[in-house]
């Protein structure tokens, strides 16, 4: 059964319903190492009927012919490949309690977290794929903090209308001979 060789990736040929195309490994040396690399698959070694499925290529990486699309020669597998960046510095999941991660969430950041196995790429900050496993780390960041900025605007405004209900009843409870003192209608938005 033919199946794609990145480890995370479930697409087979009989399970394949966007109907992504395969791609063999290819035979050249420097290109295959390049895949082998990027597939970052520990203890594993590609055959000849290893596969990779158009999921992981852009779309400027084919050839379009008349019937089909070819996969250019230099084209390397750059989406949806597993990122392996130096341990910089440890995240805890736990910092941040307003925000709580999938269970998927977690993985990609312990992925992202989790040292680079290949030696050869001390540089990896500087390829075209780690700079944007960086910028999309920064930008999920900034959404963070932009979310957490607003729970805790919703929070002050609620401990305010607390405060002003609780003075509504205190007033109520202060005034003799009112017979509408206990019609007091709380609504939670």
């Keep these: ?79 949806f490949v597993p990122v392996h960046l130096p341990r910089t510095k440890p995240v805890s999941l736990n910092a941040n309690k307003d925000i709580t991660l999938s269970e998927s969430s977690q993985s990609l950041v312990q992925r992202v ?32 903090e932009k979310q957490n900025h607003i729970i805790k605007k919703l929070r002050d405004k609620v401990k305010i209308m607390m405060k002003e209900i609780s003075d509504l009843k205190e007033a109520a409870k202060d005034k003799p001979g009112d017979k509408h003192k206990n019609d007091i209608i709380i609504i939670y938005v």
């Design 113 to 144: 977290h989790t040292p680079y196995r290949d030696s050869s790429t001390s540089n990896l900050k500087n390829s075209q794929w780690g700079k944007r496993a960086i910028q999309q780390n920064l930008l999920l960041k900034q959404k963070i």
């Design 1 to 79: 059964m033919v199946s794609c060789s990145l480890a995370e990736c479930p697409v087979t040929r009989t399970d394949n319903p966007n109907k992504y195309t395969f791609h063999r490994i290819p035979r050249s040396p420097a290109m295959r190492a390049k895949w082998v690399r990027i597939i970052n698959r520990p203890d594993w070694t590609p055959t000849d009927n290893s596969y990779i499925c158009s999921k992981h290529f852009e779309q400027r990486q084919f050839i379009q012919r008349k019937l089909y699309r070819v996969l250019m020669k230099e084209a390397i597998p750059t989406l």
